[in-house]
Structure formats: C-alpha cells, structure tokens
C-alpha cells in the first residue's frame, strides 16, 4: 500500500463487473435481460426468429416451445 495506507484507484480502463447473484439464488428477469440485451448471439436469434415468425407463426411457436422442453425438461 501506499504511504497514506489507501489503495490506488483502478485505471480508468479497467471493466466494470457485473454484480452476482447470490449463491443459490437465481438471477432476476432484470438481470437476465440486461445480460441477454447485451449478448450478439442472443440477439442474432431473436432476429431470426422475428424473420421466421413473420413467414411461418405456428412453425416459429413450435420449435420455441420443442427448445424450451429440450432445455427445461
């Protein structure tokens, strides 16, 4: 440490982190929206799906419903 006992300040290009949920507890629907809204792949795939949905609804409804059952079951 330095002489005055206090830490240096990180530079000012060092990452912001994301807070953690507490263990054992899950992400809230805020959390995970705000990671999702910044993840390219999610939102590449949401892009998709809107373009698939546009042409083929039931289709689109169909294979989200089989993802989420393949996921969660």
Known sequence: LPAGGAAPAPPASAKAVEP???????????????RLSRD??????????????DKFPERAKAAVEELFEKLWA
């Open 20 to 34: 953690q949920p507490a263990a054992g507890r899950l992400p809230s629907a805020e959390e995970l929206c705000g």
């Open 40 to 53: 390219p792949a999610f939102l590449k795939l949401v892009a998709i799906y809107a373009v698939v949905y």
